[in-house]
């Protein structure tokens, strides 16, 4: 599986966009892009998941570039709620181990 | 529907000890995998079963092992414990290991503790 490069830290506003890169430079032709985020304490939880389309669902968006060497989540109106570690995982399968790296650690100020 | 369970929440033991993890899947999961996450770092991948057959392990020493019952739940065996087993342990439910867009999803974990 190809490796991943988070940021380890950032801040962002209540009530903002919070745009987190990651770069996958390596990614193969059939590798997706996994996000999972873990609020402390918890268990990761799965956010969004793409091959080489732009995805959208109810708790993302997911920005894949045309070469697919980076890709950005996007949390539209960031909440405190939203404060946790957040892991970009590329992945063949999902059903195969998911390898974590740091992530990124991203607090939501008021 | 409920999502992946695990117990017990947390568990104190002492070196030397044996200790014994469960999971049950969400309903349908045939896929679970084992994971160990120490504090400050990210989950390191311990064991998937499928099926009630390994089919993938990770850089863990043989004190650690798992089943799978006819279920699909699971448990996590680690024997003579040691400190550094200290760590969050988290089970992850999928479908079916071979689908491309296969998704794990994660149960709260049990926190172990060896003294």
């Known amino acids: ?110 | 529907d409920a999502g992946v369970t695990q117990s017990p929440t947390h568990l104190i033991k002492t070196r030397g000890q044996q200790v014994t993890l469960r999971c049950s899947p969400i309903s349908g999961h045939k896929s679970v995998s084992w994971y160990q996450q120490v504090l400050g770092q990210g989950p390191q991948f311990i064991f998937q079963y499928y099926e009630k057959e390994e089919r993938g392990r990770g850089n863990f020493p043989d004190r650690f092992s798992a089943r799978q019952f006819p279920n699909y739940s699971s448990e996590l065996n680690v024997n003579a414990l040691l400190l550094g087993d200290s760590a969050l342990y988290l089970c992850a439910s999928s479908l079916d290991r071979a689908l491309s867009t296969d998704t794990q999803y994660f149960g709260p974990g049990t926190r172990l503790t060896v003294l």
Not at chain 1, 29 to 45: D, K, L
């Open chain 1, 1 to 110: 599986d190809a490796k991943t490069t988070q940021p380890p830290s950032m801040d962002c506003a209540e009530g903002r966009a919070a745009n987190l890169p990651c770069n996958h430079s390596t990614i193969s032709g059939n590798e997706y892009v996994y996000w999972y985020r873990q609020i402390h304490s918890q268990g990761p939880q799965y956010i969004i998941h793409g091959l080489k389309n732009n995805e959208t669902n109810e708790m993302a968006s997911l920005i894949i570039t045309e070469d697919r060497k980076s890709s950005t989540l996007i949390l539209p109106h960031a909440t405190l709620r939203d404060t946790a570690v957040y892991y970009c995982i590329v992945l063949i399968t999902a059903g195969n181990k998911l390898t974590f790296g740091g992530g990124t650690r991203v607090l939501v100020k008021p």
